[in-house]
């Protein structure tokens, strides 16, 4: 999506360790101008698929999701990052393993709020290896649902993430795919897709 990469060209900080920095417009104060673009885009993208649902976790996701949602005319429901001792039979639980913060956590979903009849999509702001995106999936196949399909704003593609998604036959749909960066040159390069 062209509007994205500019943006990330014009506001995007890049970070040793292959860090981008997005807290301009994306992860800590947010452009709904922007988001909004981005809900049309996936609209357009998911418009073949019968979606019910949106899901996301919590915390830089939610902001993007609601707005999103409001293309979808669905709820939108977050994955929570618990702590193993507050989990009890009412939720779906999952681990998943953070390698920027070196730490495994629990994220739950109530069964009140996913079951057999949803028909899901994904929305993150991040794919890097995907181990949030595989515990999301895991999450909605535990419950018996079904993933349509899963929107993410960037993907680090020099990263695993994306291909183990993709392979899994799963839609991924990102809207600006970062191929390599270069934090001395600021230099970006994205892969080339098929959107406005
Ligand atoms: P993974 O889920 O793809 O395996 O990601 P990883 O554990 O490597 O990343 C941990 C957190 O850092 C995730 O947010 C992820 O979205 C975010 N992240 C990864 N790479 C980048 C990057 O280059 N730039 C920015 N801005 N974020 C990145 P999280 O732990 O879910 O936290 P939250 O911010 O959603 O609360
Ligand atoms: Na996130
Ligand atoms: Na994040």
Known sequence: MKLLEERIRKDGILKEGN???VDNFLNHQMDIELFNEMGKEW???FADKNINKVLTIEASGIGIACIVAQYFNVPVVFAKKAQSINIDGEVYSTKIESFTHKKVYDVIVSK??????DHVLIIDDFLANGCALQG??????DAGATVEGIGIAIEKGF???GKIIRNKGIKLESLA??????????EIIFRKQKQS
Do not use: A
């Open 177 to 186: 795919i970062v191929d390599g960066m270069n934090p001395e040159t600021g």
């Open 136 to 141: 999301l999936i895991q999450l909605v196949e």
């Open 19 to 21: 860090v981008l920095k």
């Open 43 to 45: 609209k357009k993208l």
């Open 112 to 117: 009140k709020y996913i079951g057999p009849e």
């Open 159 to 161: 990263q695993q993430g």
